[in-house]
């Protein structure tokens, strides 16, 4: 039998031969590192279509990251805690607070912004016309830091991704960033919060607008002010 290569010009003729060349190297290749043949079944091509579909991978969920934080013992944090402050609210809020991490009340409730700086978090919450449960809370660490010292580096990196996630699962418009750790976390920055509040900035697609955290106008009542002015943009976004 004759084979009828499907060219009509001569560049037609060495793209072709060009082709089975490389066929035939890659056929040549895949023998000599030990391929056998190639399972073409329909059940197999089936399988195998699927896998560029966007459709195959699930959608993220607040239950899904809860499920993979598990009994969480990736850092030194997992020793002292007594809960893990995953976060609470509106699954599918369109505003989200982040702060630092819990504090002596978060970690014995399991809830976060539960003390006297999340008394003040309400009613800035409330000032702004929400409700706590209209809106999602959480934290860049999910785990007290004993005696409420800062977060350490590796401790940030092992629980931000969670948070990531959350934030993926949650989809929303805006991130209210609290205090230095959450905006320089979220933000990937080193720069002062009073340099950073009162601007929209991004992560991941999401507006962020850092401002004072509430511990911090507990300490300095005069910076109120400046996180009012700071919620009045937010209101005006948020529309
Ligand atoms: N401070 C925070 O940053 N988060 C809390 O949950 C409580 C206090």
Known sequence: ??????????????GFAAAVEEINNTLRFMAETGCRGFDCSKESLKTIEVWGRKEVFLPETLEAVRVDLGD???????????????GSGNPHARLVFVGEGP????????EPFVGAAGQLLTKIIEAINYTRKQVYI???IKCRPPGNRNPMPDEINACFPFLGRQITAIKPDFICALGTFA???????????????GCFHD????????????????RNPDKKRDVWEDMKKLIKELG
């Open 103 to 110: 504090g002596y009340e978060e970690d014995q409730r399991g």
């Open 72 to 86: 969480c013992r990736r850092c030194r944090l997992s020793g002292s805690r007594k809960n893990i402050v995953f």
């Open 183 to 197: 905006a320089q976390t979220l933000l990937e920055t080193k720069e002062p919060i009073s340099k950073l509040r």
């Open 203 to 218: 992560y991941m697609g999401v507006k962020v607008l850092p401002t004072y955290h509430p511990a911090y106008l507990l």
């Open 138 to 140: 959480c934290n860049i």
């Open 1 to 14: 039998m004759t084979l009828r290569p499907p060219y009509r010009n001569k560049a037609v003729k060495e």
